[in-house]
């Protein structure tokens, strides 16, 4: 059964960083696309970065280069640095991985199969 599992969430002041990771079982990154999530208050759930399985990486837009999505695959995480954080990043964010896709060409939900619980990031201004 896989099972994705966040960390790194945490409560930081503005314009500071944090690293967020993804620990998956039965599942192997780097094979299919994964990618990254987040449900801010009172706003829908929006892709914020994918990867896919040849190392490409697409953002939301509004993300301006402020986050990087990478891959471990000798450890099997996968991570989203966040950097230059302001108080709108606030939010659960989640761990996504695709069921079968090695390709996917934007952060769209429907290429998704696997979640995890998602880890909350708290932003202060």
């Known amino acids: 059964q896989v099972q994705l599992v966040e960390s790194g969430g945490d409560s930081v002041q503005a314009g500071g960083s944090l690293r967020l990771s993804c620990a998956a079982s039965s599942y192997t990154f780097g094979e299919r696309c994964a990618g990254w999530f987040r449900k801010r208050p009172g706003k829908e759930r929006e892709g914020v970065a994918i990867?896919?399985?040849?190392?490409?990486?697409r953002y939301e837009d509004s993300i301006e280069g402020r986050f990087h999505i990478s891959q471990d695959n000798v450890k099997n995480l996968l991570y989203l640095q966040m950097n230059s954080l302001t108080p709108e990043d606030t939010g659960m964010y989640y761990c996504a991985a695709s069921l079968n896709r090695r390709t996917c060409n934007s952060p769209n939900a429907g290429y998704f199969y696997y979640w995890g619980q998602g880890t909350q990031v708290t932003v202060s201004s």
């Open positions: 990867i896919q399985a040849d190392g490409v990486t």
